[in-house]
C-alpha cells in the first residue's frame, strides 16, 4: 500500500503539472515549489513513514486505555502525573520539529542543486567542453561546497533530533523515579497491598514504555505532515487551470490574424509585443523575421495558448483563439519549434504519440519527411530506440539532420492544418536549411504555413514576409516588395549576403 500510495501520488503531481499553464511551468517560484513538494516523498520517505505510523499509533491507544484505567481505578495520581509529563514532552518535541522542517524543506533546495550538479558532471553532452576547458576544478569545487554545506545543514537537523530524544528519555527517567517512590512510600506504610504494588508497577512500566511509543509515533506523523506542507501549497499553485473556451474547431484553419497585440511576459516590466498586427489567410506561408529579442518566438508561444497576451486579439477563422475547446485548437497546429526535443523511446513512438496508430498517415509522414531513406541505417527499422545512459546495444543516436527528419516526421503525421517551423534549423547549415525549408514548403502548398528563420535567405520564397522591429510589425511584403523598400529587411539581408561573397 505504501508504494501503491507514492506512486499514484507522484503520478497524479505529474499529471497535474502538465495541466498547469506553461507561464507556470517557466516560474522560478514554481520551480522551487515543485522540489520542495516532491523531497518528503522522494527522499524522506514521508508517505512510507505516515503509512506506517498509524497501525502503530492504533495500537498504543489500545493498551495505554487499558494502562491508564487500571491507573485510574487505583491511583488517579499517577495518571494525571503521567500525562502532565507525557504531554510535556511532546509540546516541546514538536517546537523542535517545527524547527526540523524548516531545516529540511532548505534541505531539498540544495539537495535539488546537489543533484544538478551530479547528472551535469555525468553527463557526456559536457565532456568536450570540460576537456578543453580543464573544468574539472570548477565541478568538483562546486559539488564539494554544496555537499559540505548540506552535510553542516543535516547535523544540525540530526541534532535536534538527538536532544528531542534525550529530552523526552529524561522526562521518561523523572516518571519513573516518581512512580517507584510513590509506591514504594504507599506499600511501605499498608496503604496498598503488595499485589497491587506489583500491578500498579506493571501498568506504571507499560504505559512508560507505550506513551513513549505513542508520543514517538504521535510525533513522527506530525513532523511528516509538516515536511508535506509544501506538497499541499503546491496542489494549490496546481489548481490554477488556464480558461478553455467551449467552441470546438473542426474545421482547417484558414486565417489567422494578430489584432494590436500587447505582451510581456510574467515577473517582466517591458513589453515584448507593442500593439502587432498582421493576417495571414488563402493557404499562403508567411515568414517572421528581425533581430533577435524582436517577438519572434513569442508570436508562435501566443498562437499556440502557451500564454495570453495582456490586451488585443488573436483571430483564428475570425475567432478569438480562446474562444475554442483547447484541444480541439491544438489539434489543428503542427509546430516545430527551435529547441524541439526526442525521447528514449522508439522512433515510430516519438513520431506519433498517440495510442490510436494510423498506418496510412504514419507512412506518409516518414515518406514526406524523407525518415524512411534513414532507416536501413538502424538495427530494428522504425522501431529502434534513441540511446540513453541504460539502453541496450539497439539504441542509437540521432544527427542532427535524422532528428530534424524525424521532428517533421512528427509534424506531418499530426496533420495539423497550420504548419509552424519556429527555428528548428539553427544548428544546420545554409544549404542543409535551405533543403529543409524547400521541403517543407513542398508539403504545406494547401496549408498556411509560418516560417522563422535567422537566415533571411530561406524566406525569399514565402508569399509574405513581415519584418519586426522593437515589438511591432514595420515591413510587410514579398522578398521583392521589401528589397524594393530598402529599409531594415533589404539592409539585414544584404549583410548576410555579404557573408557569402
Same mark, same amino acid.
Given at each position: 500500500m505504501?508504494?501503491?500510495?507514492?506512486?499514484?501520488?507522484?503520478?497524479d503531481?505529474?499529471?497535474?503539472i502538465?495541466?498547469?499553464?506553461?507561464?507556470?511551468?517557466e516560474?522560478?517560484?514554481?520551480i522551487?515549489k515543485?522540489?520542495?513538494?516532491?523531497?518528503p516523498?522522494?527522499?524522506?520517505g514521508?508517505?512510507?513513514?505516515?503509512f506506517?505510523?498509524?497501525?502503530n499509533l492504533?495500537?498504543?491507544?489500545?493498551?495505554?486505555?487499558?494502562?491508564?484505567?487500571?491507573l485510574?481505578?487505583?491511583?488517579?495520581?499517577?495518571?494525571?502525573?503521567?500525562?502532565?509529563?507525557?504531554?510535556?514532552?511532546?509540546?516541546?518535541?514538536?517546537?523542535?520539529?517545527?524547527?526540523e522542517a524548516?531545516?529540511? @524543506?532548505?534541505?531539498a533546495r540544495?539537495?535539488?542543486?546537489?543533484?544538478y550538479?551530479?547528472?551535469?558532471?555525468?553527463?557526456?553532452?559536457?565532456?568536450?567542453?570540460?576537456?578543453?576547458?580543464?573544468?574539472?576544478?570548477?565541478?568538483?569545487?562546486?559539488?564539494?561546497?554544496?555537499?559540505?554545506?548540506?552535510?553542516?545543514?543535516? #547535523?544540525?537537523?540530526?541534532?535536534?533530533?538527538?536532544?528531542?530524544a534525550?529530552?523526552?528519555?529524561?522526562?521518561?527517567?523523572?516518571?519513573?523515579?516518581?512512580?517507584?517512590s510513590?509506591?514504594?512510600?504507599?506499600?511501605?506504610s499498608a496503604?496498598?497491598?503488595?499485589?497491587?504494588?506489583?500491578?500498579?508497577i506493571?501498568?506504571?512500566?507499560?504505559?512508560?514504555?507505550?506513551?513513549?511509543v505513542?508520543?514517538?509515533?504521535?510525533?513522527l506523523?506530525?513532523?511528516q505532515?509538516?515536511?508535506?506542507r509544501?506538497l499541499v501549497?503546491?496542489?494549490?499553485?496546481?489548481?490554477? @487551470?488556464?480558461?478553455?473556451?467551449?467552441?470546438?474547431?473542426?474545421?482547417?484553419?484558414k486565417?489567422?490574424?494578430f489584432?494590436n497585440?500587447y505582451?510581456?511576459?510574467?515577473?517582466?516590466?517591458?513589453?515584448?509585443?507593442k500593439?502587432?498586427?498582421f493576417?495571414?489567410?488563402?493557404?499562403?506561408n508567411?515568414?517572421?523575421?528581425?533581430?533577435?529579442?524582436s517577438?519572434?518566438t513569442?508570436?508562435? #508561444?501566443?498562437?499556440?495558448?502557451?500564454?495570453?497576451p @495582456?490586451?488585443?486579439?488573436?483571430?483564428?477563422?475570425?475567432v478569438?483563439?480562446?474562444?475554442?475547446?483547447?484541444k480541439?485548437?491544438?489539434?489543428?497546429?503542427?509546430?516545430?519549434?527551435?529547441?524541439?526535443?526526442?525521447f528514449?523511446?522508439?522512433?515510430?513512438?516519438?513520431?506519433?504519440f498517440?495510442?490510436?496508430f494510423?498506418e496510412?498517415?504514419?507512412?506518409?509522414?516518414?515518406?514526406?519527411?524523407?525518415?524512411?531513406?534513414?532507416?536501413? #541505417?538502424?538495427p530494428?527499422?522504425?522501431?529502434t530506440?534513441?540511446?540513453?545512459?541504460?539502453?541496450?546495444?539497439s539504441?542509437?543516436?540521432?544527427?542532427?539532420?535524422?532528428?530534424?527528419?524525424l521532428?517533421?516526421?512528427?509534424?506531418i503525421y499530426?496533420d495539423?492544418?497550420l504548419?509552424?517551423?519556429?527555428?528548428?534549423?539553427?544548428?544546420?547549415?545554409?544549404?542543409?536549411?535551405? @533543403?529543409?525549408?524547400q521541403?517543407?514548403?513542398?508539403?504545406?502548398e494547401?496549408?498556411?504555413?509560418?516560417?522563422i528563420?535567422?537566415?533571411?535567405?530561406?524566406c525569399?520564397?514565402?508569399?509574405t514576409?513581415i519584418?519586426?522591429?522593437?515589438?511591432?510589425?514595420?515591413?510587410?511584403?514579398s522578398?521583392?516588395?521589401?528589397?524594393?523598400?530598402?529599409?531594415?529587411?533589404a539592409?539585414l539581408?544584404?549583410?548576410?549576403?555579404?557573408?557569402?561573397q
Amino acid at each position: 500500500m505504501e508504494s501503491k500510495f507514492s506512486q499514484l501520488l507522484l503520478k497524479d503531481i505529474s499529471k497535474k503539472i502538465m495541466e498547469v499553464p506553461f507561464s507556470q511551468i517557466e516560474d522560478s517560484e514554481f520551480i522551487s515549489k515543485k522540489e520542495e513538494a516532491l523531497f518528503p516523498i522522494t527522499t524522506l520517505g514521508s508517505v512510507d513513514r505516515i503509512f506506517r505510523a498509524i497501525p502503530n499509533l492504533f495500537h498504543s491507544t489500545i493498551l495505554l486505555v487499558s494502562v491508564l484505567s487500571i491507573l485510574l481505578i487505583y491511583e488517579p495520581l499517577l495518571m494525571v502525573v503521567s500525562i502532565i509529563l507525557a504531554v510535556l514532552g511532546f509540546s516541546l518535541s514538536r517546537v523542535m520539529i517545527r524547527n526540523e522542517a524548516k531545516l529540511a @524543506q532548505n534541505n531539498a533546495r540544495n539537495n535539488s542543486e546537489y543533484v544538478y550538479y551530479l547528472r551535469t558532471m555525468r553527463n557526456p553532452e559536457i565532456a568536450k567542453d570540460v576537456r578543453i576547458y580543464k573544468a574539472q576544478p570548477f565541478f568538483v569545487e562546486k559539488l564539494s561546497k554544496l555537499y559540505d554545506y548540506i552535510v553542516k545543514a543535516s #547535523k544540525v537537523l540530526y541534532q535536534s533530533r538527538e536532544y528531542r530524544a534525550l529530552i523526552n528519555q529524561i522526562l521518561s527517567v523523572f516518571l519513573m523515579i516518581f512512580i517507584y517512590s510513590y509506591l514504594i512510600v504507599r506499600v511501605t506504610s499498608a496503604s496498598i497491598s503488595s499485589a497491587i504494588f506489583i500491578l500498579l508497577i506493571n501498568a506504571a512500566v507499560n504505559f512508560n514504555d507505550q506513551i513513549n511509543v505513542f508520543l514517538s509515533e504521535l510525533l513522527l506523523l506530525n513532523q511528516q505532515l509538516i515536511y508535506l506542507r509544501p506538497l499541499v501549497e503546491f496542489y494549490d499553485m496546481l489548481k490554477g @487551470q488556464r480558461y478553455s473556451g467551449n467552441l470546438f474547431l473542426d474545421k482547417e484553419i484558414k486565417s489567422v490574424e494578430f489584432r494590436n497585440v500587447y505582451f510581456r511576459y510574467p515577473k517582466t516590466e517591458e513589453d515584448v509585443l507593442k500593439g502587432c498586427s498582421f493576417k495571414l489567410e488563402n493557404c499562403k506561408n508567411l515568414s517572421i523575421v528581425g533581430r533577435n529579442g524582436s517577438g519572434k518566438t513569442t508570436i508562435i #508561444k501566443l498562437l499556440s495558448r502557451l500564454y495570453e497576451p @495582456q490586451s488585443g486579439e488573436i483571430l483564428v477563422n475570425g475567432v478569438n483563439i480562446n474562444k475554442y475547446e483547447e484541444k480541439s485548437y491544438l489539434k489543428q497546429l503542427s509546430i516545430i519549434f527551435q529547441d524541439f526535443k526526442t525521447f528514449h523511446y522508439s522512433l515510430r513512438e516519438n513520431i506519433v504519440f498517440d495510442s490510436e496508430f494510423n498506418e496510412a498517415r504514419f507512412e506518409c509522414a516518414i515518406e514526406q519527411s524523407e525518415l524512411s531513406k534513414e532507416l536501413h #541505417k538502424f538495427p530494428k527499422g522504425i522501431d529502434t530506440k534513441l540511446s540513453d545512459e541504460d539502453e541496450d546495444d539497439s539504441a542509437i543516436s540521432l544527427s542532427k539532420g535524422q532528428e530534424q527528419k524525424l521532428v517533421i516526421g512528427r509534424s506531418i503525421y499530426g496533420d495539423g492544418s497550420l504548419l509552424i517551423l519556429d527555428e528548428p534549423t539553427a544548428s544546420l547549415d545554409p544549404i542543409a536549411e535551405e @533543403q529543409v525549408y524547400q521541403h517543407f514548403r513542398s508539403i504545406t502548398e494547401n496549408k498556411l504555413a509560418i516560417f522563422i528563420s535567422h537566415r533571411l535567405s530561406s524566406c525569399r520564397f514565402s508569399d509574405t514576409i513581415i519584418y519586426l522591429e522593437d515589438g511591432r510589425v514595420s515591413e510587410v511584403g514579398s522578398h521583392g516588395e521589401l528589397m524594393n523598400l530598402n529599409r531594415e529587411y533589404a539592409s539585414l539581408f544584404n549583410l548576410q549576403a555579404s557573408k557569402y561573397q
